[in-house]
């Protein structure tokens, strides 16, 4: 195992360069949802310093959150080679590519993880689409990936959008806990808010703040907005998503905040899911748009 040095350091406004990975007090806030009672508070994800391993600066993001979902749950160590976001592997002793911004449709690389028990399994992650999108005036190249899990014998597609400095909408480092099916406490998911010095605070328009908490109890407001259209609403095997931007990128919770289906489409057969209440978020254009929607017995 390498030595790790830690190097703290003042945080100047301005002192990043243009559109820097993680720049020192750069901010990640983020869902958590609790499975069973149904509340939602939030968690903070912040880069507090440069870390030296094998003679690479890399910048400490603290995670510090133990949850189903989320591989990474403590702290991770990250650097930028090119335009490729490296992160460091402590038991395998190595540096891996995360994300790769200068990739391009049809691009994919390979991402071992490590499990408690020190097993070691493969994520292939393709890239489907890039282009480029406009947040709080400055460029940053968006990908739209497909992360190909062999877990167990049994693969499986999971799928995100990955945005320069704000990592994957969905979590910054979006690697599945392979045990995550079998979990039942909280998750975490959905990027609210960003912030660095260099692009400001910058909101995915999930929440109405970067620190809204919901009790389940309270009554429930979910965002609407009409730049994204549900219908029928209820539904009994069909769902119609009408968007006045493309592309849209959707995901479905339970009421327990469990991730049971993503996609691209617009219009969702879902005739396998129960009856009863569901949450979609639709991503379009670096917002995030939820609702909670309604399937009825036929």
Request: charge should be negative.
């Amino acid at each position: 195992m390498k030595k790790i040095l830690i190097f703290l350091f003042f945080f100047l406004p301005g002192s990043g360069i243009s559109q820097e990975w993680s720049p020192l007090g750069a901010e990640w806030y983020y869902d958590v949802s609790y499975a069973f009672s149904g509340d939602i508070d939030y968690h903070r994800v912040f880069c507090d310093s440069i870390v030296d391993i094998s003679g690479k600066a890399c910048k400490r993001i603290n995670i510090d959150f133990l949850s189903c979902n989320a591989l990474y749950n403590e702290k991770i160590y990250t650097y930028e080679q090119s335009e490729a976001v490296m992160i460091y592997e402590p038991v395998l002793d190595t540096f891996q590519i995360l994300y790769n911004f200068s990739a391009v449709q049809g691009d994919h690389w390979e991402l071992l993880t490590v499990d408690e028990y020190n097993d070691v399994d493969t994520v292939v992650i393709s890239v489907d689409s890039v282009d480029t999108v406009l947040i709080n005036e400055m460029p940053l190249k968006r990908l739209f990936v497909t992360y190909t899990y062999n877990y167990f014998g049994f693969p499986y597609d999971n799928h995100g959008i990955v945005i320069q400095k704000l990592g994957d909408l969905v979590f910054l480092a979006n690697i599945d806990n392979k045990f995550y099916g079998a979990c039942d406490v909280q998750f975490i998911h959905s990027l609210r808010c960003y912030q660095d010095d260099e692009i400001g605070l910058y909101s995915t328009g999930h929440r109405d703040s970067c620190t809204y908490e919901f009790v389940r109890d309270s009554t429930v407001d979910l965002k609407q907005n009409e730049s994204v259209r549900l219908f029928p609403n209820p539904f009994t095997d069909k769902l119609q998503i009408e968007a006045d931007a493309e592309p849209i990128f959707y995901y479905i919770y339970d009421i327990n905040g469990q991730k049971i289906r993503s996609g691209n489409e617009h219009a969702l057969n879902l005739e396998n899911l129960k009856p009863g209440i569901y949450i979609i978020q639709v991503f379009l254009d670096s917002k995030v748009y939820t609702s909670r929607i309604v399937k009825s017995s036929p």
